[in-house]
């Protein structure tokens, strides 16, 4: 009881006595209801509600949405029924509350209770009045729920009906807003999951069964570790930071045995039929077969609906407390009474130990990960005692939400006498309610196939039709798959609706006044018919084919009435479509530009909400009608960002116009979904009415655009890029060993050259301040560091693999270690490593190494680098053996090699340069090396001279690009651009460094900046004189394709950003692009899967690696793309 | 990588702390600074849900290393209402109701205001351009181009 008073209306229900509604002595109201808010805004409906039938201001209420120790028990938040079902109860408790309150307020005011009025908080009677908190203040009184309590009429509502802005957005627009990934524990710490390698799927025996091992001690004893927990193939790290946890989790070696290959889903309709299933009949009348036989005209179709994902913009999160066995479960999920069960199941406890506090995610639109996170952060809660939070990764939700389920309709009917006269309709739904991922992983349920009855959905066409057979395929999940807006009822009115528009045509009729000519129900009617009207319905008797030029236009026409739960199931509003589409024929590019929607839902609760469903409705079904679709192949089991899973954007957005037809008197019905339904009808049809051209598969690419054109013998499409296809052939490996061989020859007769004795170095105290700034300048020019250093390694440590075609090369250790590094070599021996590439023990060292560069060093930069090195901190750290082909690994090879190629002149002045040039060039060629990467090699991996040198290159797997001749002078290289380049890594509008340039950068920039003008003086004189920049290229039109759209998915938002001048876009045009320029793919593939991690002392920007999330094929897709759209000036990438 | 003293100005307050500059300041922001107004979307820069500015530029935390903003101003959707007072644009998504379940409102606020500023007055199609590597799921584009509008004083016409 409360302290102040209290009075309450509840009701005993089997998980126990649960409140509705209940008002305190300052009149604040609670109300409470078991479906929560999944951004739809049903708290403020609920609200709207409330106060409607209590009498009070809205800003009075406050609604508990879907705590279970708080709510009753309502079911999931599915089918758009919580105004239509769940609120119910809550109405009436609200009424039932309003009542006592009007009777407490007669008694108070002395007045008879039928004058009594009740609003804005207050009990009102001629002019005395008292508040509500007054009434309440000092009564402690529970009331049980009167079923049959009456409520308000309609035309006396004051609140519903009215607009009204959500009553949590404040919060959110501020930042103050508590969603579930917001949520802080004191003494929380944080989960990271571990997935298995079968992305996705809920069945077969290999699931909860395919973790063969791992090897906790590597991460052990690293910052923040606290737990590897395992349980079957659940596997997490927990840490004390996120970013340790995932830090951790990354670099934990885990050990899975492979699953078996997928389901094969490249040919939808052929996996849905041939699938397991069992037929259930929904309905039957007349004779079909017979009608079937007896038609005027008949036909069969077949629709395919692809998988799609639920696609919340923020990944799912949870935190959970064990609590000593009592656990509380802080989530954002759309069924918290569900998922109670499921937990308990989890954990072993009865369900009414957990407690389910659930707060507001991302929007989900059905089943997403939100259940499944709450049972990884309860198992992880419970092994570590602790509060934990697990936030799955953008790529975790992509891969392992229970997709929007594919569908297969098939569909056959008859016309006799301009009529519909048979009708059968088989639906293939694979899908069930995506069981508790955390339950599949341990083992606690069985991996065997369930299916669910959830294919039936609007599955009996609104039309008065003689003969019909109606038969849904119930069928298990081919990969995971749950319910997704419009669940079921948007594919089979997609089917419906596509089908009765070809009859229409095929009688020539107008589509519209044919479904009317099968319509008995007058409010179906009166939608469809004040739909057309509002909407500027064309009638036509057949499609219209309009064009202007390249474009064509259409109109279509759909509806549908959404009818939810199990079969024979609720109906909810009703949604008509009239909507117009512009169809490139050239690229099969379509435009959705206008789209107007009438809606029947009976009494509307809040028209703003209404609205705003409705757009929500439209704009969602039409990305996922015409961009969206789950590709399952070999190599990506699913999309892993946004990149391969492009939604609608803002700069295609079709003009939205909507019409709600006003029937306060009938009860309110769902809108959350309503609209949705008719969408891909509708758009289909528009295109036949645009082009004559029926697509019967969704999603509508301009690939089966432009296909279904060509079938109909329109214009020839644009050529477009292709991604090379073969496999890439390693030439060099039979190149290598010719050139093995000559050198074999030459190499038996060489003198080996002898050891220098091992001799302790000076000690870093004995040399002077200046020559140690002198070496670490030339440490610096010569980017020592970059090489030698392996990655994740200790600095200068070596280990470093280089790649050349001979074989792999490790580099040194250059601290001053005794065993494992430079600290027992002489100068003497650092200076022959350094001039001839001979080791200190003799051994010729790989020319991987650019000892033909040190060699043009002078004796005292020599010195003061040797000097340098012994001061950096000892590192031990053996170095790995080169791998090479055979004969190379014989090092005696490359004495010979030396012989040949080896020029140990040092550099002389050239007096008729300046000074500038001159230290430019000593620099630039000497300790800077810079040939080693922008020269080409010879068939004999030397540098090649003349005019090749320094015309650019291909070093393991980067394009470092010319630095003398014409290309770069028609680039626009002038002194002034390498300059600023060479200080900070970027040349406005010309470059910026990547890859293993940016490294280089962050050396360079620590020199004097008389050496680094120096350079630049230099390296402007070897481009070719009198060669003007060329034009950057105008970009070419590609037509859309797959590198199209993962260009625009993954790249387009720093690299075209609609809004300029964003911190983290690209600094250089993708015009100018070196990588896109190159001779090869290679430098795109690199730097797509690697991205750019720029030193963060330079003014440069990083860019995301791509590697984990697209496969090779996607990146080569990507690189064609680039390559076509931004250097149409040259040829595509040569295949390899 | 080792944490190092990192010092950037935060909505106002110069701020300070030790921090691996190699965490993304999305992490930074939400983890060490408890800031709710950025968002974990995608980590890869691709929906805009983390925007903050940087400067006065709009940045996507997610994939700015937190090491980049040393000695720079930020700001995030908490820093645009000081006072308790709304930022026009703040306001505007309210009047026009630009969120449906309002996770990816913190990017089209923070970009909104990138924009007005570059552009005071920005017609339909201007909005639309901007916003458009800005990713909402639940449809609300619409709504949230007529918040835009109305902020930037124009009238907007649904």
Redesign the interface.
Known sequence: MTEGGMISVYEDRPEGRMTHVQIDGRGQVTAFNGHVD????IQTALAQIVAEELGCTLEAVTVVLGDTGRTPNQGPTIASETIQVAAVPLRKAAAQLGQFLAGEGARRLNAPLAEVETREGRALWQQTEVAFGDLVAGHNLAMRLDPDMPVKDPAGYRIVGRPV??V???A????????I??I?VPGMVHGHVIRPPYAGRDSGPFIGTSLLGWDEAAIATRPGFLAVVREGDFLAVVAE???QARTLAEALPVHWRQPPPGPDLSDLRHALKAAPSMPRVLERSGDVEAALAGADHRAARSYVWPYHLH?????SCAVADWNGGAPVVWSGTQNPHMLQGDLAQLVGLEPDRIEVRRH????C?GRNCADDVAGDALLLARALGRPVRV?L??AQEHLWEPRGAAQLMEVSGGLKAGHLHAYTLDTWYPSNRGPNLALLLTGRISPEPRSADMGDRTAIPPYRIAHKRITVHDMAPLVRAAWMRGVSALPNTFAHESFVDEMAAEAGEDPVAFRLKHLDDPRTRDLVIKTAEEAGWQARSGPRLRREGRMAYGQGFAFATYVHGTFPGTAAASSAWVCDVAVDTRTGEITLTRVFVGQDQGLVINP?GVR?QI??????TA?RTLLEEVTVDAITPAPQ???SYP?????T?PE?RSMLIARPGDPALGVGESAAVPAAAAIANAIFDATGVRLREAPFTPERMRAGLAELGGAPPLPAPDAGQKPRRRRWAAWAGGIAGALTLGAVALPMARALPPQAAPSAASFAAPLLERGRQVFATGDCAVCHTAQDGSPNAGGRPMKTPFGTVFTTNLTPDPETGLGNWSFAAFDRAMRRGISRDGHNLYPAFPYTAFAKMDGEDMYALYAYLQTLAPVRAAVPRARMVAPLNLRPVNAAWNLLYLDRAPLVDDPARSQAWNRGRYLVEGAGHCSACHSPRSALGAEKGGAAALSGAEVDGWWAPALAGTAPALRGWDEDRLFAYLGTGHAPGLASAAGPMAPVVAGLATLPEADRRAMAVYLASLAAPDVAPAAVPTLAEVTPGPGARLFR??C???HE????????AAQVPLARSAAIRAPTRATLRSLLREGITAP?ELPLR???A?GEELSDHQIDQIADFLRARYAPDLKPFPDS | MASRQLRFVLNGRPVQGEV????SLL?VLR?DF????????????????CSVL??G????AC???A??VAGQEVT???G??PDGR?HPV?QA??DR?G????????GM?I?AV??LR?DPAPDRAR???????????????????ASVLLASGAQAD?
């Open positions: 999944l951004g739809t805004g802005g959500r949590d957005l404040p959110k627009v501020t930042g103050q807003f508590d969603y990934q917001d802080r930071t996120a970013h696609g919340s913009i923020g990944p507001q995610a991302a929007g639109y936030q990764t953008r703003d705003q757009h929500g409705n439209v704009i969602q990305s960002s946004w990149g939604i609608q954007s803002f700069d957005l939205i998915g993954a387009a938002s720093c950003p609609g809004l300029a001048g964003a911190l983290t963060l990083d860019m995301p791509f | 691996d500059p190699t965490r992490d983890t408890a800031l709710k107004g950025p968002k974990y979307g995608c980590g890869k820069g691709q929906c805009g849900a940087v400067g530029q709009v940045a996507r994939v700015l290393r090491g980049r995030t959707l908490e645009l209402a709304l703040q998504f309210i109701q969120a449906q379940c309002g996770y990816c409102l913190n606020v970009s990138a924009l570059q909005v639309e351009a901007a916003l458009r590597d800005n990713l909402c799921r639940c449809g609300t584009h619409r709504e949230i181009v649904d």
